[in-house]
Every structure is written in C-alpha cells, then in structure tokens.
C-alpha cells in the first residue's frame, strides 16, 4: 500500500481558473511538503506544514496557497492558475523536519496548464 | 544560501560495471546531512542513502555507496555492478543542521540521468 498518495495524477487547466491538488498520507508523520519540478530540474520547496491547520512557506511560495485540514492531508492550491505553473508537482512526508529526516515522495501530479 | 550542484547531465554504461555520479554542495552550516534520491521513468522518487557531515565512514546500502569528501564539499554516489533497473534520474539533496534540529528544507541538485545498457 502507497504511504503517500496524490490526486489527481494529471490534470489540464485553464489559464486564470482555480486548481486544487490533494495529498494524503498513511505514514502517520507530522511534515508534509509540496514540492514543484520542472522538466530536467530538481525539486523545489513550495510550502510545508508541521501540523495541522499550519502551513508555512517554502522556497517558492508566490501564485500557490496551502492547506492542511489533518494530519492525513495536505493541499496546494492555485488560485489563478497560469502558464508557468506548468509541472510535476510531488508531495512527500516525514516524521520529523529534521536535518536527518528522510522524506517519502507521493507518485506526483502532472499539471498543464493551458 | 546551500546549494547543490550536479554537472553530469547524463551518463550511460554497461551492464554490470561501476558508475559514479559526482554531486558538490555549498553550506556555511557545520553540520548537515546528504541525500541521494532516484527518479524511475514513472516518476516515482525513492530515497537511497544518507551520508550524516559528521561521520568519516562512508554509507553503503546495498549496492549503492557513497565517496564523501569534505574537504572538497563533494559526495559521489557509487553503484557497483550496475543492473538494467538502475536506469533512472539520480538526485543529490542537502539538510543543513544538526541531529537536534527542528526543520531543515531539503534542497535538491539538479539530477543525473543514468543509462544502463546491455
């Protein structure tokens, strides 16, 4: 069984529309995270939450809002989505945000937007 | 600001042979932890090893290890006896802080593609 699972796993969206991406994870862990990545990049930090109803910002925050209703799940949402948040968007957990903390990595969501 | 940097945008091998992926990181943090993750071709991104600053010993997981050079702020993993199913994207990320610290953001080079031929 997947520890981390997202929905959906790809979507198409309009410019200026509203898209939500879902995060739910069965590790028990209090971090989650969402991170973006862009075609031959590594993975960038949007924003995190260590507890529920808390998120925080990451590296990368502008265009994008969080939201962590539970322990369980975790959202990223655009607002007005637009051209250059086209991505792979990840999600991952870990037990504690720790420097030696491993993170586990959803399967990821593909997002086009047009 | 840490930075991780991977200039091997790809590289391609035999099968069974060794190969090594060079990663160099820049941090004014005197601890921190190192991190190799690896991308399949559907995507899916599994964490590999983990090389803590402080310790001199290099990690070995299976048949993966890495080549820790502090001086030289580099971290190389090393495969040996590469199979088909290690063809992949590898990831080279950094923590700075401690063991005792309260949140670190992983930050992540740019990645390697690696081949595995027959």
């Known amino acids: 069984e997947a520890a981390v699972t997202q929905s959906p796993r790809s979507k198409v969206a309009v410019t200026g529309g509203k898209v939500t991406l879902s995060c739910h994870q069965t590790n028990n862990h209090d971090y989650m995270y969402w991170y973006r990545q862009d075609t031959g990049h590594g993975l960038r930090l949007i924003h995190y939450s260590y507890v529920a109803d808390s998120t925080e910002k990451g590296d990368i925050p502008d265009g994008y809002k969080a939201s962590r209703p539970s322990q369980e799940n975790f959202s990223l949402i655009l607002e007005l989505a637009s051209l250059s948040q086209t991505a792979v968007y990840f999600c991952a957990s870990s037990w504690t945000g720790g420097a030696y903390a491993e993170q586990f990595f959803g399967p990821g969501t593909r997002l086009t937007v047009l | 600001a840490q930075k991780v940097t991977q200039t091997q945008t790809s590289i391609s091998v035999m099968e069974k042979t060794t190969v090594t992926m060079d990663c160099v990181y820049e941090t004014q943090d005197s601890s921190y932890f190192l991190f190799w993750y690896k991308q399949t071709a559907s995507g899916e991104i599994v964490f590999l090893i983990r090389?803590?600053?402080?310790?001199?010993e290099n990690a070995t997981v299976g048949h993966y290890s890495l080549n820790f050079q502090k001086p030289k702020s580099s971290i190389g993993l090393i495969i040996t006896a590469t199979q088909i199913e290690d063809s992949a994207v590898y990831f080279c990320?950094?923590?700075?802080?401690?063991?005792?610290?309260?949140?670190?953001?992983?930050?992540f080079g740019q990645g390697t593609s690696l081949s595995v031929v027959p």
């Open positions: 990320a950094m923590r700075e802080g401690g063991a005792s610290s309260s949140f670190s953001k992983l930050v």
């Open positions: 090389q803590d600053s402080y310790k001199k």
